[in-house]
């Protein structure tokens, strides 16, 4: 199981870190990634962490996005720095055994409940 939490309604400039607290499974046996959508769009990528540490993000987060690991408190995290309107969405931490095209959300097996995040201009 995984729980997400960390969003909220911040001006744009802001940051927000998210948290994803596993249960039932070792965020260290796995990789893991964070996907977003909005309404009437498909879920997408923004970044990974891979079992084996590599780690990705999609263009329009690069440098402003860093996506980190906690072996002990089982955790994955998300610190968004500078926040973008475009940046509003429902955020989602994802988990998969396997060895697949990370990027896909449909190749991930475990999904949290969402955190929403809205920046606003």
């Known amino acids: 199981q995984l729980l997400d939490v960390g969003g909220g309604s911040v001006q744009a400039g802001d940051s927000l870190r998210l948290s994803c607290a596993a249960s039932?499974?070792?965020?260290?046996?796995?990789?893991m990634g964070w996907f977003r959508q909005v309404p009437g769009k498909d879920r997408e990528f923004v970044s990974t962490f891979t079992k084996d540490g590599t780690i990705s993000y999609r263009d329009s987060v690069k440098g402003r996005f860093t996506i980190s690991r906690d072996n002990i408190k089982n955790s994955l995290y998300l610190q968004m720095d500078s926040l973008k309107p475009e940046d509003t969405a429902a955020y989602y931490c994802a988990a998969t055994r396997f060895r697949v095209d990370f990027e896909r959300a449909v190749n991930y097996e475990y999904w949290g409940q969402g955190t929403q995040v809205t920046v606003s201009s």
């Open positions: 039932g499974l070792f965020v260290s046996d796995v990789s």
